[in-house]
């Protein structure tokens, strides 16, 4: 059974850090594309950001830029999420995801990820 688990979200003060954590297990995603996306409460979900298969070229919604890193180490079935110099419009649930198809670019299409994690909370105070 594939599983995306996501861990590290909680609450933190405006202008803190986090850094979220997605471990997979069931198969191996080396070499798809990673996601996350996220959704605040009464919103459709978004897209934060996305690597290709080895970290070598990775993309970002406008509104995380210069703000979180999107990384990841295959080795350990993992993507991360660094996210810095938080703002209150952070606040949501984060997902991770895994893209359908091999080798492929960072994608800010949801449709193209085939698996999800059941998301981690994030909230950012003022």
């Known amino acids: 059974q594939v599983q995306l688990v996501e861990s590290g979200g909680g609450l933190v003060q405006t202008g803190g850090s986090l850094r979220l954590s997605c471990a997979a297990s069931?198969?191996?995603?080396?070499?798809?594309?990673r996601g996350w996306f996220r959704q605040a409460p009464g919103k459709e979900r978004e897209f934060v950001a996305a690597t290709n298969w080895n970290g070598g070229s990775t993309d970002y919604a406008d509104s995380v830029k210069g703000r979180f890193t999107i990384s990841r180490d295959n080795a350990k079935n993992t993507v991360y999420l660094q996210m810095n110099s938080l703002t209150p419009e952070d606040t949501g649930v984060y997902f991770c995801a895994a893209h359908r198809f091999l080798y492929s670019s960072p994608s800010h299409d949801g449709r193209e990820f085939a698996y999800w994690g059941q998301g981690t909370q994030v909230t950012v105070s003022s």
């Open positions: 069931g198969r191996t995603f080396s070499g798809y594309p």
